[in-house]
DNA sequence: TTGACATAGTTTCAGATGAAACTACTTTTG
DNA sequence: CAAAAGTAGTTTCATCTGAAACTATGTCAA
């Protein structure tokens, strides 16, 4: 892949020339689609996860008691993937509820106990993943990055709406 | 999104406390999804078309005549999708096939009179939008994103395989 | 040659996905 | 309070996906 060619060179004829493989979106898309690949690794073979039940169980990680609402709201996921990761957590007993009294609708949820092992057993994986994935980058790169993907997409969401 | 907390942060008890929130691959992902929810308006409403149509037109357009298996090879997708996109390019009149002489299991496809003025209307629109998406950030600043993105997208592809 | 293996492209099959409809409960409004 | 409107979560339905099987052709080696 080429980094330094640009996406846009003028021909002799009117349309200017395009290569996919310098166009922005494709190149997110190639780095997007590797880090992923790297991650679902830790999580699909070993414990049978499906995506969004490792993103789901994530979330239920890191806080006591939340409903789907507040699992849908936090993660950006749909509320219908959610749902499916939850029954599918809950198929495999990873997953503790109670009433919620507020709201008959909802359910509070938590990780039970075999559930938090799983947890725990794969955020250390996680985390030496990313520092493999970053490893090449010095921190002032890392945060730089971030920042910049910040920016992209905070420009790409406000095309979409306006 | 905040970009400056780590990932992890140890508490307590043993096992270090995680944030998808700061999770770089869950960083990528929100940077790709809005990438490419931007582009795909582009190309789904206007023209009915789907992501790998859109993509092998893009490929078709910027060579005079191609296998699909060339078409593999210079984007990254797999062979089904490559075959059904064709399929469906075809199916609406925008592709020009003739036989491919040196492999009769083959044949070389280019953009018809009538793809190509669909491909001459889009790639003006994708690179007025990839400017859009990038506005925000100086030359320099777009250099640095897709050379870091291909850094971390290449120590990803080497943790999978090795 | 010709049989064994490899490759190009398509189809099949078994999920993955999300929009929309739906059920159950809650809140708002008159 | 009762009807209307809204929300939480689930299910349905109509694609979208990709791995694997399959068909047709090509290549290699004896």
Redesign the interface.
């Known amino acids: 892949?080429d980094?330094?060619a640009d996406?846009?060179s003028h021909g002799a004829a009117g349309?200017?020339?395009?290569?996919?493989?310098a166009?922005?979106?494709?190149?997110?898309?190639?780095?997007?689609?590797?880090?992923?690949?790297?991650?679902s690794?830790l999580y699909e073979e070993p414990f049978g996860m499906k995506r969004y039940e490792w993103?789901t169980m994530?979330?239920l990680?890191?806080n006591p008691a939340m409903t789907a609402s507040d699992i849908v709201a936090?993660?950006?996921m749909d509320k219908v993937s959610v749902s499916r990761a939850i029954t599918a957590l809950r198929g495999r007993g990873w997953i503790a509820e109670r009433a919620n009294k507020a709201d008959a609708r909802s359910r509070l949820l938590r990780l039970s106990r075999s559930g938090r092992e799983v947890y725990?057993t794969l955020?250390?994986q996680?985390?030496a993943?990313?520092e493999?994935?970053?490893?090449?980058?010095s921190d002032t790169?890392?945060?730089?990055?971030?920042?910049?993907?910040?920016?992209?997409?905070?420009?790409?969401?406000a095309?979409?709406d306006g």
Request: hydrophobic content about 50%; aromatic content about 8%; charged content about 15%.
């Open positions: 892949m980094q330094s996406t846009k349309t200017p020339d395009f290569m996919l493989q166009f922005f979106p494709y190149l997110a898309r190639v780095f997007y689609t590797h880090v992923s690949g790297a991650v690794g993103r994530a979330i990680g890191q936090a993660s950006s725990e955020v250390p996680m985390i993943l990313e493999k994935l970053l490893a090449d980058l790169e890392i945060g730089t990055l971030k920042a910049l993907m910040a920016r992209v997409a905070a420009s790409a969401a095309l979409r």
